[in-house]
């Protein structure tokens, strides 16, 4: 059973334009989510989270959205620039307990086109 | 830069063999986890530790054994590898307990033939 979904598993944008990756759960008890990026040949590096208690969290050219009624959140690049160009993932934290344990979706890659 | 590294970063084994990668952190992080990465199936947790001897299974745990004997160093073996456990290891860390924020090493690309 895939609690974190990412069903599109990958975009091409413009450079310049807004890129919008999409991802959806199925935990109605989630309440962190968390978006890494990957590049080829490196591991994920953390970009940005969101709690429940917020519906929008900004930092720079990335914000991350999340509608709990619809258990879905979506990550917004703009503007979106060739070295965004990667593999992103969303993930939340799954099991009882204080042990950091994540849940990470299938990931989109994601093409920025110069 | 979260002070890991990983060991070896590629390797070719033959089905059957026993495998060992290693991960090692420098910032005396308690919580350390071992991931692999698929195509389809995004990262899938395989154990996790919470301190020196305390660990405990993930989502994708057959097959794999794990020990950490001290806080810098968490190890996976894979008894007897199967073509199945060709994949992309990752080892992560929090930097604070129970914070969900982790950071990832740089990868073991792991071929069993």
């Known amino acids: 059973d895939q609690q974190v979904k990412q069903n599109s598993p990958s975009l091409s944008v413009q450079e310049g334009r807004i890129s919008i990756l999409n991802c959806d759960y199925t935990?109605?008890?989630?309440?962190?989510f968390l978006w890494y990026k990957k590049y080829p040949a490196e591991g994920p590096t953390f970009l940005i989270s969101?709690?429940?208690?917020?519906d929008k969290n900004e930092d720079g050219r990335f914000t991350v959205f999340l509608n709990k009624s619809a258990k879905h959140l979506s990550l917004h690049i703009v503007p979106s620039q060739p070295g965004d160009s990667a593999v992103y993932f969303c993930?939340?934290?799954?099991?009882?307990?204080?042990?950091?344990?994540?849940?990470f979706g299938q990931g989109t890659t994601l093409q920025v086109k110069p | 830069d979260a002070g890991i590294t990983q060991s070896p970063r590629h390797k070719v084994t033959e089905t059957g063999t026993p495998v060992t990668l290693r991960c090692h952190q420098t910032?005396?992080?308690?919580?350390m986890y071992w991931y692999r990465q698929d195509p389809g199936h995004g990262l899938r947790l395989i154990h996790y530790?919470?301190?020196?001897?305390?660990?405990d299974k993930g989502e994708v745990s057959d097959g794999y054994s794990v020990s950490r004997s001290k806080t810098e160093d968490f190890l996976l073996t894979l008894e007897s590898a199967t073509s199945s456990q060709t994949s992309v290891y990752f080892c992560?860390?929090?930097?604070?307990?129970?914070?969900?924020?982790?950071?990832f090493g740089p990868g073991t690309r792991l071929t069993v033939t």
């Open positions: 992560a860390i929090s930097r604070t307990s129970g914070l969900h924020e982790q950071y």
């Open positions: 935990n109605s008890m989630f309440d962190y």
């Open positions: 969101i709690s429940s208690i917020k």
């Open positions: 993930a939340a934290p799954g099991g009882f307990g204080n042990t950091g344990k994540l849940i």
């Open positions: 910032e005396n992080h308690r919580y």
């Open positions: 530790s919470y301190g020196v001897k305390d660990t």
